[in-house]
């Protein structure tokens, strides 16, 4: 598996404009705002990922739910794939019959990102 991937952590945000285009993005860095209005405007050399929930005509009245729940799981993909790093290798201690020192941390970690892609995470 190649490592190569945008560091995490990523932060959601949600923009809606008066064009009546609604996006959720991902990006790699803070946002200083949580919701924005105008982004044709922003710079995306940041951004990770885009979902749109709604396009003018077609509005989906679940599309902001849906979207706001597939942008949390992927920005928390580099919160999962750190902390299934680190429980891969506490697994492989407990194998060994090695103990695992920090076993608490390990689980705590993964509870926060599992917490993090459910969308009870926002940073």
């Known amino acids: ?43 995306y050399a940041d951004a990770v990922a885009i979902v749109y929930h709604q396009c003018y005509p077609f509005v989906n009245p679940d599309g902001v739910e849906a979207a706001e729940a597939r942008a949390n799981l992927i920005s928390a993909a580099p919160d999962l794939l750190q902390a299934l790093a680190r429980m891969e290798l506490a697994f492989r201690a407990v194998l060994r019959g090695k103990p695992v020192r920090d076993a608490d941390e390990v689980i705590a970690e993964a509870t926060s990102a ?9 940073e």
């Open 1 to 43: 598996m190649s490592d190569i991937h945008i560091k995490g952590p990523w932060y959601v945000r949600y923009c809606d404009d008066e064009s009546h285009m609604c996006m959720t993005a991902i990006w790699s860095s803070p946002v200083p705002e949580v919701n924005c209005d105008q982004y044709e405007d922003r710079d």
């Open 114 to 122: 599992i917490a993090k892609a459910q969308g009870h995470d926002h």
